[in-house]
């Protein structure tokens, strides 16, 4: 069994692809490339690709991972270097190994790390916001009611899935915020969650429609709990 | 500046994907003075218009020219437009969003009624006047073609020229002329005067028309002896030679037809007497199995598609249909690419095919009767049998299928309750042939679905005279379908017959809709092929506030009535049409032409060569 585990740049118009929209627009790239890929069996036979962490609508990536089953080896030298050729703008191979098998690389994901761009309706110095922040991450918990699968309203404390939480600029009413989050099936954060809590927290307006989110790093974690990447697993 | 104002827009929209462009064989041009720049209109959502095989090869012929940049424009769905009109965005083209007002030429493709109002939708959006008396020198020039252009006049006053017939040959001459509009800065007139006289294209405002006390019309011509008296539509006389993209657009987001697609051949011998496209798109010209397997191949090697349609009326009439779908399958089958048709004839050269087509993927069935009695079937020329009908759905559910959709019409010429009736028969039938299958070799639980449109006569038809039934006979119809209908296994689908209603006003409609369509659009009629939100209140509302009866042009026609399409060729003569007239009311089948010359004229007429 042949895996390519590649790693990936969304972003510009790609961004607007759904996951379904990605997986369909690889596939047919893949078989513009000549990928002799493996399929499942069954009356509607699929190539056999899995993905790391599925993104929402809107959202830009610079380290996602893809696993795809192939048949055949192609040379991953070429494949970099000719990928322009084969792929739409926006789309990129930043690496491409071939691995043995392992566990579906959605199991393994712990955290992730997004660049969290919002536009406030006010000007803030980077002096204050830095004061609502530390009060922010400083709460002894941070919690919300979320909507159970079975429909009912649970409080979950998030605190413990904020990593960090940092400003990276203030540019008139542009906030630049970095923040690395639990991910996966031991706790889940989104960045869109917490920028709505740390906006309602600190009674921070946003300019409706105008958050950017851009996911830049993607970890899953060794036997020692050290961040390591899918690449080093 | 209106990129990005945009891009923050498609952030609050449904399926922004459909809007980015930039798709895999889009074409990209620099943008220069010299360039000519077309904006190709498809009235309609993209995930319709990227459906649509004859924008394809339009687009792929316009940039072919060097100094032509063809780009897309689409309806925007509602929640987009409503914030474009918020932000002051105006209608900008898929490729390089761009105003649409800058583009030298707009062409509209006509490809069902129902998006007239669509159009109008996308001028509003672009600030440009609807009618060509409005518009100035400043504004794009309007051409329009496609199927409905066959009879133009409802959108005479609308569009500055039309296209007729197949467009790989005319817009190149188009584009030709209009290089020398812009070295030699003729006017619109300078060049609308001039396009007039190429072969296949109608230019209204140059054609008057008079009409009786009865609103019938009295007389239709030019108002210059020097432009021709009727316009004959353009046709590729070799299919084997002719334009075909290799490098088709893949779109993002899940269009209707998200497949590769492969033309075999234009044209039909069946003579459907009902059918519009079987005549208009005369004569038979099919490409040969070599070019189709050879494209084909282009095709997926530079989409990455994973399904491969063949396309034409009655495909599995192409002469080597067989061959070709074996070869086909036989080179792509490593891969998983599925070869798939469209709605099938009932006979045995599909099921012999279908066996073929499962080895990859099973796909979906459906077979178009097309009406319920033999009588009907008649009636309609057809040519296909009850006995027909039970082979080929035996053989189909003995193959493993248990899912097939019947198509069907109501409102037929001649039609009687009974006719109608005999169309849950069918649906019974089918029932009852899947039980007889083994059980062993079945696939589940058998489901059969009804799909039963409202006939709409159409010009260039055999029943282009006839009235089309009214709604309440539609309904009336409908209702006794419905409560006929008991079978658990049989789906009934059936149209809102207010919507065959319009389109029938508007296939055999005249000049004087142009003012009811302007006023249907400003009381907010758009998108009227969406059930959702087609509003029939409107549509009368707008009807009466014009002075003008939508019964008028449903009604039954002499046959020495002027049509307002009388002086456009479409290569088939007019005897032929009333002969055939004449055999359906008297349920004389004439049959495929391929066996047996009817004398429609389009070879000799177009060619110059017999059948």
Redesign the interface.
Known sequence: MIILRIKYIKENNMKFLSHLELIKTLERAFRRMNFKMAFSQGFNPKPKISYAAPLPVGVETECDYLDVELLEKVDLKDLLDNQKDYLPNGLEFVEARYRDKSKKMMALITDSEYIVKLSTEEVYTKDSMQGKLDAFVGQREITYEKMTKKKKLKLVDVKPYIQKFDIVSIEDNQLTLKCMVTTGSNGNLKPEKLAELFCTYAEINRVEGKDRYRRVALYTRDRNKQLITLFEV | MLKNKID?V???VE???R??????NSVKKEITDDLMRFGFCFPDVYEVGMSHLGSHILYGVLNEIEDVYCERVYSPWMDLEIKMRERNIPMFTTETRTDIKEMDILGFTLQYELIYTNILNILDMANIPFKSADRTEEHPIIMAGGSCAYNPEPMAEIVDFFSLGEGEEVFVEIMDLYREKKKNNWTKDEFLSRVALIDGIYVPKYYDVAYNDDKTIKSFGPIDAKYPETIQKRIIEDMNTAYYPEKFI?P???VVFDRAMVEIFRGCTRGCRFCQAGMIYRPIREKSKDVIVETANKI???????ELSLTSLSTLDHTDVKNTIVDLIKDNAD??VGVSLPSLRVDDIAVEVLQEIQKV??TGLTFAPEAGSQRMRDVINKGVTSEDLDKTLSQVFGLGWSRVKLYFMIGLPTETKEDVGEIEDVGNRAVWLYKQVPAEDRQGSVAVTLSVGCFVPKPFTPFQWFKQNTLEEFKEKQFYLKDKILNKKIKFNYPDPKTSILEGVFARGDRRLTDVLIKAFELGCKFDGWQEHFDYDKWMEAFDSCGVDPQFYNRERSFDEILPWDFIDVGVRKEFLIKEYDNAVNAVVTGDCRDNCLGCGVNVDLIGREC
């Open positions: 923050d498609l952030y609050l399926k922004p994907s809007y980015i462009g930039d798709e895999v893949v993002y987001t899940d997926i090697a530079a989409t990455g598609y994973e891969e998983y993927r099973k």
